[in-house]
């Protein structure tokens, strides 16, 4: 009952006419971001947070909340009239939504994808507001063999929808390990450099017959390099 009594206190000061109208301001800014490819929310949200620097902290989280939202559906204008998706969640509404605009029915389609975006975001937040407290512990009792496991995991989506060059997915994967290492505190320059050196000497290990073995004198060499 507790939470359902901040959620009420919430809607109460966001239904205010103030905090309204700078929600349909961000909102309509918002879709002129999302109109504009290689911009999406997270970016678009980001540029305009300067915006709300000379505002009170209530009404600046509502606005920028509408320049995100309005910007995942501003994707979708260009998704459905000219086939260029806007940002990264509209690619599958071009499957169907620019069809229909060819046939005449762009209005059709940007209209079902407003009022699909809606529910889908309203069921999402009520989900969110039931499965939150629920998922606090699960959540809190993660350490690193559970990240490893996620990062194994996401390597293994990206190499799987690489289709059926699994190589190149691999390697696209590497690279965007050893990108990964980069940092630029001073403390991790010889892990870096570390990393980067054995992961050079691992893209020849399959050229050895004893590949792993040569891979550790390698490591072993390289660290005392460095």
């Known amino acids: 009952m507790e939470t359902i009594g901040y959620l009420l206190a919430g809607l109460e000061t966001a239904l205010t006419w103030q905090n309204l109208l700078y929600c349909l301001i961000g909102v309509t800014v918002g879709m002129l971001v999302g109109i504009l490819p290689g911009l999406g929310p997270s970016a678009g949200t980001a540029l305009l947070i300067p915006m709300t620097f000379a505002m009170d902290p209530i009404p600046a989280i ?107 997915g691999a390697i696209a994967v590497t690279i965007g390990l050893v990108l990964a290492l980069l940092d630029c505190s001073r403390v991790r320059y010889c892990t870096l450099f570390l990393w980067i050196c054995t992961f050079i000497r691992w893209l020849r290990f399959c050229y050895d017959s004893n590949g792993s073995v040569w891979v550790i004198g390698n490591f072993t060499k390289c660290r005392t390099a460095i």
Do not use: H, W
Not at 62 to 81: D, E, P, R
Not at 132 to 145: I, S
């Open 62 to 168: 509502i606005m920028l909340a509408g320049i995100f939202y309005g910007s995942m559906y501003g994707g979708t204008i260009t998704t459905v009239l000219v086939n260029v998706p806007g940002e990264a969640a509209s690619v599958i509404t071009s499957l169907d939504g620019y069809p229909m605009a060819k046939n005449g029915r762009a209005g059709v389609a940007l209209g079902l994808s407003a009022i699909g975006s809606f529910i889908g975001g309203t069921l999402s937040i009520v989900g969110l507001v039931i499965v939150a407290p629920l998922l606090v512990d699960f959540a809190l009792a993660f350490g690193p063999p559970e990240f490893f496991a996620l990062i194994i995991f996401g390597m293994t989506m990206v190499i799987g929808l690489a289709g059926k060059s699994i190589i190149k």
